[in-house]
């Protein structure tokens, strides 16, 4: 059985993602190929999430096993597409930033019963992807003023000889 899911973002609305996977593949392999698709790198920390009609995020589907005992808790790679998606409209939240609470919205668009798909497939992909992590695209110029302004946070030196005095030499 086929899989067909659209690939949305909030904060490029020209952004579309279409991918198709088997129902035996498994989220991980769904990670795998938006990470591609959108030359985002693979060290960040991602997890998908079962949501209501409402974007409410219901289940998990993490990449790592944080050992949550007695929750209902799904890891990537133990977990097949077929284990939790069943029906047409069904909607999941990639989110690939979790500092700043940045998700991909996703639909399952279709499902092909009589069908099956070796490789996860990448049907459409159109506009520009948002950057995987907010502040990676600093300018070195920018970089600098940014430290210059951390340390004129920690006060002038002649604060502390006001407040302590004159420092000993030994």
Do not use: C
């Not at 690939?7 to 938006?34: G, P």
């Not at 999941?92 to 279709?110: A, H, K, M, P, V």
Request: glycine share 6%.
């Amino acid at each position: 059985m086929i899989f067909k899911f659209q690939i949305v973002s909030q904060e490029s609305q020209n952004f579309r993602l279409e991918v198709a996977l088997d129902d035996k593949h498994s989220f991980f392999d769904f990670h795998t190929i938006i990470q591609k698709s959108v030359g985002f790198e693979s060290h960040q920390l991602a997890s998908f999430f079962v949501s209501d009609k409402r974007w409410k995020k219901l289940v998990e589907i993490s990449m790592l096993d944080l050992g949550i005992n007695g929750a209902a808790f799904f890891i990537m790679q133990k977990t097949r597409i077929g284990d939790l998606l069943h029906d047409e409209g069904q909607q999941l939240l990639y989110t690939f930033d979790f500092e700043n609470d940045r998700s991909f919205l996703i639909e399952l668009t279709g499902i092909i019963m009589e069908k099956n798909l070796n490789e996860p497939l990448v049907a459409l992909k159109q506009g520009e992807a948002p950057v995987q992590v907010l502040g990676e695209n600093v300018t070195p110029l920018e970089q600098l003023e940014l430290q210059e302004e951390v340390y004129m946070d920690f006060g002038e030196l002649d604060d502390y000889t006001e407040i302590f005095g004159e420092m000993d030499d030994f």
